[in-house]
């Protein structure tokens, strides 16, 4: 059932998602296109603004528990968008034949995660992921006591 909690969740979430991803594509490889990047990020960031920090946020949840529920929501946001970009870069080096076998290839995600991890650690894109931990949980706490 919608609350309000998680329609500013999912909302908030998706621009952090969004932002971020904006953030990170002046520091993508030239030979690297951003292509669905900011889509991705906000898809993901919606969806874990719904269903993890609107679920669980109440009118009891105090600010700590808030910014938990918050870190927790951004983490699997990034988790889940390194792994699905690793997953389709491994995907275009599959299909032009680069690995030895499926094994290869599916330990290749593992490298390509890191890889793209490495590359989203610069300061602007801490500072987006920052402000959005921060604002996401005092406005999803706020909206989780008035429209409970």
Request: aromatic share 12%.
């Amino acid at each position: 059932m919608p609350t309000g909690a998680k329609l500013l969740g999912a909302f908030i979430y998706c621009a952090v998602g969004a932002l971020a991803a904006l953030a990170a594509v002046p520091g993508l490889p030239d030979e690297q296109q951003p292509g669905q990047l900011v889509p991705l990020s906000a898809l993901f960031g919606f969806y874990f603004g719904w269903s993890m920090i609107g679920k669980h946020v109440t009118h009891t949840t105090s600010l700590a528990q808030s910014l938990v529920l918050s870190i927790r929501t951004v983490v699997m946001m990034t988790v889940s968008t390194l792994f699905v970009v690793a997953g389709f870069k491994v995907y275009e080096g599959s299909i032009a034949m680069r690995y030895g076998g499926p094994v290869d290839a599916v330990t290749d995600i593992a490298n390509q995660m890191i890889f793209f991890g490495k590359m989203a650690v610069q300061p602007p894109i801490f500072s987006v992921i920052g402000v959005g931990i921060v604002v996401g949980a005092i406005f999803v706490r706020w909206a989780g006591r008035v429209w409970e």
